[in-house]
């Protein structure tokens, strides 16, 4: 099983390339991290945030690998614990298909991406930066990982 990482942005800072590197090394070889950038739509004077989020939703939509089991952070999605992301993880294992995180832009995601995914996942009820979204989706997933293979990196 891979897990792909879609996250629109291009050209993060330094902290963040090495913050989301950190964690996605630590993966195990069964379940690597990939992430792949998706260009993020120019913010230019005259275009709605809807606007914004329909031209990325097309390279989104078509950057998802072919029958991945796709899940997308969404501010109203559900916001497990990490006890239940782990299981939640372990299910996806078992299913043997690939995992698919899709991270959005400054204006979030376009209903088009969300009807495609079959959870929409919140990771707090703060407003969280989007390039720092992926580096705590990579911890989040790296720790639940640790639980599900009885490694001692979280701690109850």
Not at 64 to 85: F, K, R
Not at 138 to 156: T, V
Request: hydrophobic content about 40%.
């Amino acid at each position: 099983m891979k897990i792909h990482l879609l996250a629109v942005g291009q050209k993060m800072p330094d902290w963040v390339a090495h913050g989301y590197t950190e964690y996605s090394r630590r993966m195990p070889r069964e379940a690597p991290l990939l992430l792949t950038e998706i260009r993020a739509d120019k913010r230019v004077p005259g275009k709605t945030a809807q606007q914004f989020m329909a031209a990325e939703s097309e390279r989104i939509l078509s950057a998802i690998p072919p029958q991945s089991l796709v899940w997308a952070l969404d501010e109203h999605g559900t916001q497990p614990d990490t006890l239940q992301l782990a299981d939640w993880l372990r299910d996806a294992l078992q299913s043997g298909q690939d995992l698919c995180l899709i991270i959005g832009g400054p204006d979030g995601l376009d209903p088009a991406v969300k009807a495609h995914a079959k959870r929409l996942v919140g990771l707090s009820r703060m407003t969280l930066p989007h390039p720092l979204v992926r580096i705590v989706v990579a911890e989040q997933l790296y720790r639940a990982m640790s639980i599900i293979h009885h490694h001692p990196y979280h701690r109850e």
